[in-house]
Protein backbone atom coordinates (compact mmCIF):
# COMPACT_ATOMS: atom_id res chain seq x y z
CA UNK A 1 0.00 0.00 0.00
CA UNK A 2 3.10 2.34 -0.48
CA UNK A 3 2.64 5.19 -2.59
CA UNK A 4 5.71 6.21 -4.51
CA UNK A 5 6.20 8.86 -6.20
CA UNK A 6 7.80 10.31 -9.62
CA UNK A 7 9.29 13.95 -9.51
CA UNK A 8 6.73 15.94 -10.64
CA UNK A 9 7.56 18.82 -12.69
CA UNK A 10 5.58 21.90 -11.60
CA UNK A 11 4.51 23.25 -7.85
CA UNK A 12 2.94 26.31 -6.52
CA UNK A 13 4.59 29.86 -6.70
CA UNK A 14 3.69 32.35 -4.00
CA UNK A 15 2.75 35.56 -6.80
CA UNK A 16 4.56 38.84 -6.43
CA UNK A 17 2.22 40.45 -8.94
CA UNK A 18 -1.57 39.80 -9.24
CA UNK A 19 -2.18 39.29 -13.17
CA UNK A 20 -5.11 38.23 -15.22
CA UNK A 21 -5.64 34.33 -15.68
CA UNK A 22 -6.83 32.31 -18.20
CA UNK A 23 -9.05 29.99 -17.05
CA UNK A 24 -7.67 26.49 -16.08
CA UNK A 25 -8.81 23.80 -18.82
CA UNK A 26 -10.30 20.43 -17.81
CA UNK A 27 -8.23 17.40 -17.26
CA UNK A 28 -8.98 14.23 -16.14
CA UNK A 29 -6.33 11.71 -14.69
CA UNK A 30 -6.09 8.15 -16.30
CA UNK A 31 -6.42 5.43 -14.05
CA UNK A 32 -5.11 2.13 -15.14
CA UNK A 33 -4.94 -1.26 -13.23
CA UNK A 34 -2.03 -3.86 -12.99
CA UNK A 35 -1.47 -7.31 -11.64
CA UNK A 36 0.97 -9.90 -10.25
CA UNK A 37 0.47 -13.26 -10.15
CA UNK A 38 -0.28 -15.07 -7.35
CA UNK A 39 -0.64 -18.76 -6.88
CA UNK A 40 -2.71 -21.41 -3.54
CA UNK A 41 -6.29 -22.77 -3.36
CA UNK A 42 -6.64 -21.23 0.25
CA UNK A 43 -6.47 -18.20 1.59
CA UNK A 44 -3.25 -18.54 3.48
CA UNK A 45 -2.04 -20.43 0.41
CA UNK A 46 -2.73 -17.04 -1.52
CA UNK A 47 -1.46 -15.03 1.21
CA UNK A 48 2.17 -16.73 1.18
CA UNK A 49 1.89 -15.72 -2.97
CA UNK A 50 1.48 -12.24 -2.11
CA UNK A 51 4.76 -12.41 0.02
CA UNK A 52 6.95 -13.88 -2.41
CA UNK A 53 5.44 -12.23 -5.58
CA UNK A 54 4.13 -8.43 -4.18
CA UNK A 55 5.56 -5.60 -5.77
CA UNK A 56 9.10 -4.59 -4.60
CA UNK A 57 9.05 -1.10 -2.65
CA UNK A 58 12.39 -1.01 -1.30
CA UNK A 59 15.59 -3.22 -1.53
CA UNK A 60 13.84 -6.44 -1.14
CA UNK A 61 10.86 -5.59 1.17
CA UNK A 62 7.67 -6.50 -0.75
CA UNK A 63 3.93 -5.04 -0.63
CA UNK A 64 0.95 -6.41 -0.91
CA UNK A 65 -0.25 -3.47 -3.78
CA UNK A 66 0.53 0.10 -4.13
CA UNK A 67 0.25 3.08 -6.46
CA UNK A 68 2.34 5.01 -8.64
CA UNK A 69 2.06 7.72 -10.73
CA UNK A 70 3.60 9.81 -13.71
CA UNK A 71 2.95 13.37 -14.24
CA UNK A 72 3.83 16.15 -16.95
CA UNK A 73 2.58 19.48 -17.34
CA UNK A 74 1.88 21.31 -20.61
CA UNK A 75 2.89 24.47 -19.44
CA UNK A 76 3.26 28.09 -21.23
CA UNK A 77 5.44 31.16 -19.31
CA UNK A 78 4.78 34.46 -21.06
CA UNK A 79 7.35 37.28 -20.36
CA UNK A 80 5.34 40.75 -20.15
CA UNK A 81 6.37 43.73 -21.35
CA UNK A 82 7.23 45.08 -18.05
CA UNK A 83 9.81 42.58 -17.22
CA UNK A 84 7.65 39.92 -15.52
CA UNK A 85 6.88 36.41 -16.39
CA UNK A 86 3.40 35.16 -16.00
CA UNK A 87 2.10 31.41 -15.65
CA UNK A 88 -0.44 31.61 -18.40
CA UNK A 89 -1.15 27.91 -18.48
CA UNK A 90 -0.43 24.78 -16.56
CA UNK A 91 -2.51 21.85 -18.11
CA UNK A 92 -1.88 18.36 -16.12
CA UNK A 93 -1.34 15.03 -17.81
CA UNK A 94 -1.37 12.76 -15.02
CA UNK A 95 -1.58 8.50 -14.91
CA UNK A 96 -2.08 6.84 -11.92
CA UNK A 97 -1.10 2.81 -11.67
CA UNK A 98 -2.65 0.66 -9.17
CA UNK A 99 -1.03 -2.70 -9.01
CA UNK A 100 -2.96 -5.38 -7.22
CA UNK A 101 -2.40 -9.25 -6.71
CA UNK A 102 -4.30 -11.82 -9.48
CA UNK A 103 -4.71 -15.53 -8.75
CA UNK A 104 -3.58 -16.90 -11.57
CA UNK A 105 -5.51 -20.43 -11.06
CA UNK A 106 -9.40 -20.81 -10.58
CA UNK A 107 -10.21 -20.82 -6.81
CA UNK A 108 -12.93 -23.22 -4.76
CA UNK A 109 -16.03 -21.63 -4.35
CA UNK A 110 -15.56 -20.44 -1.04
CA UNK A 111 -12.20 -19.21 -1.41
CA UNK A 112 -13.37 -17.15 -4.21
CA UNK A 113 -15.54 -15.29 -2.09
CA UNK A 114 -13.40 -14.26 0.19
CA UNK A 115 -10.88 -13.27 -2.14
CA UNK A 116 -13.45 -10.78 -4.07
CA UNK A 117 -13.66 -9.01 -0.77
CA UNK A 118 -9.89 -9.06 -0.18
CA UNK A 119 -9.05 -7.99 -3.49
CA UNK A 120 -11.96 -5.48 -3.51
CA UNK A 121 -10.73 -3.67 -0.24
CA UNK A 122 -7.47 -3.77 -1.24
CA UNK A 123 -8.97 -2.08 -4.72
CA UNK A 124 -10.53 0.77 -2.48
CA UNK A 125 -7.96 1.39 -0.13
CA UNK A 126 -5.23 2.32 -3.36
CA UNK A 127 -8.22 4.29 -4.80
CA UNK A 128 -7.83 6.42 -1.90
CA UNK A 129 -4.32 7.25 -2.81
CA UNK A 130 -5.39 7.79 -5.61
CA UNK A 131 -7.68 10.65 -4.95
CA UNK A 132 -4.79 11.81 -2.89
CA UNK A 133 -2.63 12.23 -5.93
CA UNK A 134 -5.14 14.18 -7.60
CA UNK A 135 -5.88 16.69 -5.43
CA UNK A 136 -2.46 17.42 -4.68
CA UNK A 137 -2.59 18.23 -8.64
CA UNK A 138 -5.39 20.51 -8.74
CA UNK A 139 -4.22 22.26 -5.89
CA UNK A 140 -0.86 22.58 -8.18
CA UNK A 141 -2.80 23.71 -11.06
CA UNK A 142 -5.09 25.85 -9.21
CA UNK A 143 -2.37 27.90 -7.70
CA UNK A 144 0.18 28.01 -10.31
CA UNK A 145 -2.18 29.09 -13.57
CA UNK A 146 -1.63 33.26 -13.11
CA UNK A 147 0.89 33.68 -11.24
CA UNK A 148 3.96 35.55 -12.19
CA UNK A 149 7.58 36.99 -11.03
CA UNK A 150 8.75 40.30 -11.41
CA UNK A 151 12.07 41.72 -13.54
CA UNK A 152 12.07 38.16 -14.82
CA UNK A 153 13.41 37.92 -18.52
CA UNK A 154 13.50 34.50 -19.68
CA UNK A 155 11.27 33.63 -16.46
CA UNK A 156 14.21 31.61 -14.70
CA UNK A 157 12.95 33.05 -11.36
CA UNK A 158 9.17 31.11 -12.24
CA UNK A 159 11.35 28.25 -12.50
CA UNK A 160 12.99 27.97 -10.16
CA UNK A 161 10.74 29.22 -7.17
CA UNK A 162 8.23 26.19 -8.92
CA UNK A 163 10.92 23.51 -7.97
CA UNK A 164 11.66 25.11 -4.68
CA UNK A 165 7.91 24.59 -3.73
CA UNK A 166 7.41 20.84 -4.88
CA UNK A 167 9.88 19.71 -2.50
CA UNK A 168 7.12 20.40 0.40
CA UNK A 169 3.90 19.51 -1.40
CA UNK A 170 5.71 16.03 -2.64
CA UNK A 171 6.85 15.67 0.98
CA UNK A 172 2.85 16.74 2.62
CA UNK A 173 1.93 13.81 0.42
CA UNK A 174 3.77 11.38 1.17
CA UNK A 175 3.03 11.95 4.80
CA UNK A 176 -0.67 12.23 3.83
CA UNK A 177 -0.09 8.75 2.42
CA UNK A 178 2.02 7.69 5.49
CA UNK A 179 -0.88 8.42 7.85
CA UNK A 180 -3.55 6.90 6.21
CA UNK A 181 -1.94 3.44 5.39
CA UNK A 182 -0.83 3.26 9.39
CA UNK A 183 -4.47 3.82 10.16
CA UNK A 184 -5.46 1.66 7.53
CA UNK A 185 -2.51 -1.10 8.16
CA UNK A 186 -2.97 -0.91 12.52
CA UNK A 187 -4.29 -3.20 14.27
CA UNK A 188 -8.02 -3.44 13.35
CA UNK A 189 -7.65 -0.90 10.08
CA UNK A 190 -9.27 -1.89 7.03
CA UNK A 191 -6.40 -3.33 5.46
CA UNK A 192 -5.29 -5.37 8.53
CA UNK A 193 -8.97 -6.73 8.28
CA UNK A 194 -9.15 -7.73 4.60
CA UNK A 195 -5.69 -10.15 5.47
CA UNK A 196 -7.65 -11.39 8.50
CA UNK A 197 -10.59 -12.10 6.31
CA UNK A 198 -8.44 -13.92 3.41
CA UNK A 199 -6.69 -16.45 5.97
CA UNK A 200 -9.98 -17.69 7.86
CA UNK A 201 -11.87 -17.21 5.16
CA UNK A 202 -14.48 -14.79 6.62
Known amino acids: MRVTRHTLSAAFLVACAAVAAQPALAWTAVEQVKTYPVYGKSGPELYESIGQNG ?10 AHTTFKLTWGRDYRERADGSCVIARNVPKLIITYTLPKPREGLPQGVASSWKRFYDGLAEHERVHGQHIIEMVQAIEAVSVGLSAPNDPGCHKVRAELQTHLKRLSDEQRARGRAFDRVEMGDGGAVHQLVLGLLTGR
Open 55 to 64: PVISGDRRTI
